[in-house]
């Protein structure tokens, strides 16, 4: 078992064996979560926020048009004229 230490603010530092088994790297997020009397860490995998702009698409995109057409979408379904 490996033991760290609580720094002032809370803080620990996550041994280097234990990053490299996990596949953490500097900048990762983690996640805590409370099973009994244990605290269970668990890496966080990328989010669709992370994966922004990794699709390339052609031409500009103008989100306040493709806002408008979704919101008239939404308009004429609850209208009950789906298209």
Do not use: W
């Given at each position: 078992?490996?033991?760290?230490?609580?720094?002032?603010?809370?803080?620990?530092?996550?041994p280097s064996a234990i990053r490299q088994q996990m596949g953490i790297q500097d900048g990762d997020r983690v996640a805590l979560a409370l099973e009994g009397e244990r605290?269970?860490?668990?890496?966080?995998?990328?989010?669709?926020?992370?994966?922004?702009?990794?699709?390339?698409?052609?031409?500009?995109?103008?989100?306040?048009?493709?806002?408008?057409?979704?919101?008239?979408?939404?308009?004429?379904?609850?209208?009950?004229?789906?298209?």
């Amino acid at each position: 078992m490996i033991t760290v230490t609580v720094g002032k603010r809370g803080q620990i530092t996550l041994p280097s064996a234990i990053r490299q088994q996990m596949g953490i790297q500097d900048g990762d997020r983690v996640a805590l979560a409370l099973e009994g009397e244990r605290i269970i860490m668990l890496p966080l995998g990328k989010t669709l926020l992370d994966l922004r702009g990794s699709v390339p698409v052609s031409g500009p995109q103008d989100f306040a048009q493709i806002r408008q057409q979704v919101l008239r979408q939404r308009a004429r379904k609850a209208a009950g004229h789906e298209e």
